[in-house]
């Protein structure tokens, strides 16, 4: 049986340009960065040669504004305490009400410590109520953060737009992009963004490491305690061999980031065209246009989604119902709560991710399984009806 991986925005296949970059600092290339003899020499090159990568895909002025971390979430989280850190008086905070986990559950956290959480909603397709965001900002912001890319829609915020009206308050801003880095346009050189973090697993790079961008003359004070990496701001050796699968990552999506997002964008349309228009009761969760490349989220209505889900996956189809960080749990989609939905059309939706490795053709392919496997869920429906009623079909 083929297997079908439509679950990129969870995390992205390691590419083979990238293992073979990696390589040789998992065996010859061991030392430890911070040492000064020959053999930490060369590993404290690669580091700087990765930071320029990254600098360079995101469009940052600077190398020296990335400093590599272990995650997303713990980007997320520097971000957000180094604000507070250098806003002490101000206790009013401001997120949306589709964030991922690492900051909603940071912001609830700090909502008991004493700070004003505001929560901003979002519209019908998914867009931050940008009025709504201008009457919670004041004087007494410290911090802004805000996804620039859903990871369950792919719908965008426009982050300048926002970034102008925050700075305008004097408060911070922090851009989660950890899914937009490496699949959309980026010019953090010249815009309103103060923190943005992203992670390697999400554009083809190993797990286990992330960035933080950290704009110049920005004041930022440690996350974690300790030794004096990353310049002073993050304590802990630095994972070499995965920063150098970053950095590869970094540079493979920038050798073809206009053709890829054109691909993408094409494939999705083909597929939505595909499962939308032969399939009854199936409709996009979210805005058709501006979002993402590789984001599709569908609605099957009257469909169990997990259900449909495992049932994909039997066929080998890998899909998803929305965050893997909080897969298995019994809530419905807060994302798609937020967006007005239902309990019971946000449990009816799945989220199709694609990227690199996954063809026009594939797409097809799982329109297909898809179409096939929801006429033998609407078997089963008719099946029971008629046994209810007493009546068999003929």
């Given at each position: 049986m083929k297997s079908f991986y439509c679950d990129y925005n969870a995390t992205t296949p390691l590419a083979e340009e990238v293992f073979h970059a990696m390589e040789p600092y998992l065996k010859n290339h061991f030392g430890n960065p911070s040492s000064l003899h020959h053999l930490g020499r060369g590993p404290a090159k690669a580091l700087r040669e990765a930071r320029s990568q990254l600098a360079a895909l995101i469009g940052a002025s600077d190398e020296r504004e990335v400093i590599f971390t272990s995650c997303g979430s713990e980007s997320n989280n520097a971000a957000v305490f180094a604000a507070l850190a250098a806003a002490p008086n101000k206790k009013r905070i401001i997120t949306s009400a589709v964030e991922h986990s690492s900051i909603r559950k940071l912001f609830k956290h700090l909502g008991k410590q004493g700070y004003e959480v505001f929560e901003i909603g979002v519209s019908a397709q998914g867009f931050l109520l940008m009025d709504e965001l201008k009457r919670a900002l004041n004087a007494e912001t410290a911090v802004v953060s805000l996804m620039l890319g859903n990871n369950e829609t792919g719908v965008l915020f426009p982050v300048d737009e926002i970034g102008t009206a925050v700075k305008s308050a004097g408060a911070f801003f922090h851009v989660d992009a950890v899914q937009a880095v490496g699949k959309q346009k980026l010019c953090v050189k010249n815009s309103p963004i103060d923190f943005l973090s992203a992670s390697a697993h999400k554009l083809y790079g190993p797990k286990g490491v992330g960035a933080l961008y950290v704009k110049s003359g920005t004041p930022f004070q440690s996350y974690l305690?300790?030794?004096?990496?990353?310049?002073?701001?993050?304590?802990?050796?630095?994972?070499?061999?995965?920063?150098?699968?970053?950095?590869?990552a970094c540079r493979l999506a920038l050798s073809d980031l206009d053709d890829e997002i054109l691909r993408l964008r094409k494939l999705r349309q083909v597929f939505e065209t595909a499962v939308c228009g032969q399939n009854r009761g199936v409709t996009v969760n979210g805005d058709l246009n501006r979002r993402l490349p590789t984001s599709s989220n569908l609605r099957f209505a009257g469909i169990d989604g997990e259900a449909l889900m495992m049932a994909l996956d039997q066929k080998g189809v890998c899909a998803s119902s929305g965050s893997a960080c909080l897969s298995g749990s019994p809530e419905p989609s807060h994302v798609l709560k937020a967006m007005g939905l239902t309990d019971e059309e946000a449990n009816s939706s799945l989220r199709f991710s694609f990227g690199r490795f996954f063809s026009e053709q594939d797409a097809l392919d799982v329109a297909g399984i898809i179409r096939e496997t929801l006429e033998y869920f609407r078997s089963l429906e008719r099946g029971a009806a008629a046994g209810y009623s007493g009546k068999v079909e003929a």
């Amino acid at each position: 049986m083929k297997s079908f991986y439509c679950d990129y925005n969870a995390t992205t296949p390691l590419a083979e340009e990238v293992f073979h970059a990696m390589e040789p600092y998992l065996k010859n290339h061991f030392g430890n960065p911070s040492s000064l003899h020959h053999l930490g020499r060369g590993p404290a090159k690669a580091l700087r040669e990765a930071r320029s990568q990254l600098a360079a895909l995101i469009g940052a002025s600077d190398e020296r504004e990335v400093i590599f971390t272990s995650c997303g979430s713990e980007s997320n989280n520097a971000a957000v305490f180094a604000a507070l850190a250098a806003a002490p008086n101000k206790k009013r905070i401001i997120t949306s009400a589709v964030e991922h986990s690492s900051i909603r559950k940071l912001f609830k956290h700090l909502g008991k410590q004493g700070y004003e959480v505001f929560e901003i909603g979002v519209s019908a397709q998914g867009f931050l109520l940008m009025d709504e965001l201008k009457r919670a900002l004041n004087a007494e912001t410290a911090v802004v953060s805000l996804m620039l890319g859903n990871n369950e829609t792919g719908v965008l915020f426009p982050v300048d737009e926002i970034g102008t009206a925050v700075k305008s308050a004097g408060a911070f801003f922090h851009v989660d992009a950890v899914q937009a880095v490496g699949k959309q346009k980026l010019c953090v050189k010249n815009s309103p963004i103060d923190f943005l973090s992203a992670s390697a697993h999400k554009l083809y790079g190993p797990k286990g490491v992330g960035a933080l961008y950290v704009k110049s003359g920005t004041p930022f004070q440690s996350y974690l305690i300790g030794g004096g990496q990353e310049r002073g701001r993050r304590a802990g050796t630095e994972n070499v061999a995965g920063i150098v699968g970053f950095g590869a990552a970094c540079r493979l999506a920038l050798s073809d980031l206009d053709d890829e997002i054109l691909r993408l964008r094409k494939l999705r349309q083909v597929f939505e065209t595909a499962v939308c228009g032969q399939n009854r009761g199936v409709t996009v969760n979210g805005d058709l246009n501006r979002r993402l490349p590789t984001s599709s989220n569908l609605r099957f209505a009257g469909i169990d989604g997990e259900a449909l889900m495992m049932a994909l996956d039997q066929k080998g189809v890998c899909a998803s119902s929305g965050s893997a960080c909080l897969s298995g749990s019994p809530e419905p989609s807060h994302v798609l709560k937020a967006m007005g939905l239902t309990d019971e059309e946000a449990n009816s939706s799945l989220r199709f991710s694609f990227g690199r490795f996954f063809s026009e053709q594939d797409a097809l392919d799982v329109a297909g399984i898809i179409r096939e496997t929801l006429e033998y869920f609407r078997s089963l429906e008719r099946g029971a009806a008629a046994g209810y009623s007493g009546k068999v079909e003929a």
